[in-house]
């Protein structure tokens, strides 16, 4: 299967920015709903943001409520990438970053693994102080 590829990850500074970005070669790209899901050491894979198609030209993106206001999760279909603009990072946010790519249309399964079949190997990110 396609794995999308992510990139960016790092050493990011407490407050400060950081972007990711993850390519994803699969078919029909602009019709895959994508998102970035993380997970910390000992702790559980959790959902940070996605974006899909509703429209032509017409994307969601949903977030979760913890990172609301400080990430932005975007999309270039002409280049197969999605990126994660993360803005004032925290040392807790401190984790492994994995891009996923899916069909799926209901938006509990978009919130959650169940809805992608592609998955990338993850890119880690640390904060420093």
């Known amino acids: 299967q396609v794995q999308p590829v992510e990139s960016g990850g790092g050493l990011a500074q407490a407050g400060g920015p950081l972007r990711l970005s993850c390519v994803a070669s699969?078919?029909?790209?602009?019709?895959?709903?994508m998102a970035w899901f993380r997970q910390a050491p000992g702790k559980e894979r959790e959902f940070v943001a996605r974006?899909?198609?509703?429209?032509?030209?017409?994307?969601?993106?949903g977030y979760a409520d913890s990172v609301k206001g400080r990430i932005t999760i975007s999309r270039h279909n002409a280049e197969n990438t999605v990126y994660l603009q993360m803005n004032s990072q925290r040392h807790e946010e401190a984790a492994g970053y994995y891009c996923a790519a899916g069909l799926a249309r209901d938006a509990g399964l978009l919130q959650g693994a169940g809805g992608y079949t592609y998955w990338g190997q993850g890119t880690q990110v640390t904060v420093s102080s």
């Open positions: 699969v078919g029909a790209f602009s019709m895959y709903s």
């Open positions: 974006i899909t198609r509703v429209a032509l030209g017409t994307y969601y993106a």
